[in-house]
């Protein structure tokens, strides 16, 4: 094998691939603290330094990122219900009908929601779900695919300070949220 120089040490070095244009010391080591493959690691949780200081996941710490799980939680619900809704087409003839669709669920589940969202009861919330389904459907000329949407915040998580209650409950209300589909949600990022 040739050897090349590094474009950063300008030392000399023999590649492992053709490609690589920087030495084994100056090339960012793919290996976390244990001297494991990042995201393989499992000493500790580690998965390639990705376990903050509170020995939590750093995307789901509740002290670094507050309001992460409950953000998670609520996402998680509305797709659930979503999903219930669009097995069975979301044809229902009345609110009562609406009611015993959703009575197994969890009371915990249903007063999570209802309080985050300043609702009175839980068939409000299917009712709003209802609407994110039909608003979708006219945006998009389409039936709705379970399989390739997700829950949009319209004003990004990213611009709300999740400590301050108000601002998280304002980034909670379901005013603020729609279904998008998931390649435009990913071109839209962090924008509104």
């Known amino acids: 094998m040739t050897s090349k120089t590094c474009v ?3 030392g000399e070095f023999i590649p492992r691939n053709g490609n690589c244009d920087l030495c084994t010391t100056c090339k960012k080591p793919n290996k976390c603290v244990h001297g494991t493959s990042k995201g393989r690691c499992k000493i500790d949780g580690c998965f390639g ?12 710490c509740s ?3 507050p309001g992460v799980k409950e953000l998670d939680k609520l996402n998680s619900i509305i797709r659930k219900i979503i999903t219930k ?20 669920w969890h009371q915990k589940t249903k007063k ?13 919330v299917v009712l709003i779900c209802l609407e994110f389904i039909k608003s979708y459907k ?3 000329e389409k039936d709705f695919n379970i399989k390739y949407y997700q829950i949009d915040h319209i004003m990004p998580k990213s ?26 949600n990913l071109k839209k990022s962090n924008k509104y």
Do not use: A, G, P, T
């Not at 376990?51 to 995307?59: D, E, L, M, S, Y």
């Not at 999570?112 to 409000?124: A, G, H, M, S, T």
């Not at 301050?164 to 729609?178: P, T």
């Open 112 to 124: 999570f929601i209802i309080e985050l969202w300043k609702v009175d009861n839980f068939i409000e």
């Open 85 to 104: 809704l669009s097995l069975y087409n979301y044809e229902y003839k009345n609110i009562e009908e609406l009611d015993e669709f959703f009575i197994k």
């Open 159 to 184: 611009k709300f300070n999740l400590i301050n209650k108000d601002e998280f409950d304002m980034c909670c209300n379901y005013k603020n949220l729609q279904i998008l589909d998931k390649r435009e």
């Open 138 to 140: 006219e945006l998009n």
């Open 8 to 10: 950063r040490c300008y």
């Open 63 to 65: 002290i670094c990122k």
């Open 49 to 60: 330094n990705e376990i903050c200081k509170h020995k939590q996941h750093n995307q789901k």
